[in-house]
């Protein structure tokens, strides 16, 4: 049974980083694609880093380009975001997700069949 679990989230002034953690069980997290979605309130869920299967090729939506960047570790079977100069509009529920089909990364969440329960991040001074 393929389970993700995230955890990392919390309140962060403007500027600042933090680094989430994705801990999957029931699958070897270096033969799925991986990826990191938020969803702010109100608002549609949004991809922003992807991690392409076997060779661990990245991709990053432009609002996250150049901030975040997509990570794991085969030997703990984890994945990271970590996360820089966080903005106010950064605040959204964080989640991880896998897929063992997904060839080329995508932002789309229809792609991805695993999900984690998510994480609260909050941008605020």
């Known amino acids: 049974q393929v389970q993700l679990v995230e955890s990392g989230g919390g309140l962060v002034q403007p500027g600042g980083s933090l680094r989430l953690s994705c801990a999957g069980s029931?699958?070897?997290?270096?033969?799925?694609?991986i990826a990191w979605f938020r969803q702010a309130p109100g608002k549609e869920r949004e991809g922003g880093s992807c991690m392409r299967r076997g060779d661990g090729r990245t991709s990053y939506a432009d609002s996250v380009k150049g901030r975040f960047t997509i990570s794991s570790d085969v030997a703990r079977n984890t994945a990271y975001l970590q996360m820089n100069f966080l903005n106010s509009e950064d605040t959204a529920v964080y989640y991880c997700?896998?897929?063992?089909?997904?060839?080329?990364?995508?932002?789309?969440?229809?792609?991805?069949?695993?999900w984690g329960k998510g994480t609260q991040v909050t941008v605020s001074s």
């Open positions: 029931g699958f070897t997290l270096d033969n799925y694609a």
């Open positions: 997700a896998a897929d063992r089909w997904v060839r080329a990364c995508t932002h789309r969440p229809g792609a991805f069949e695993y």
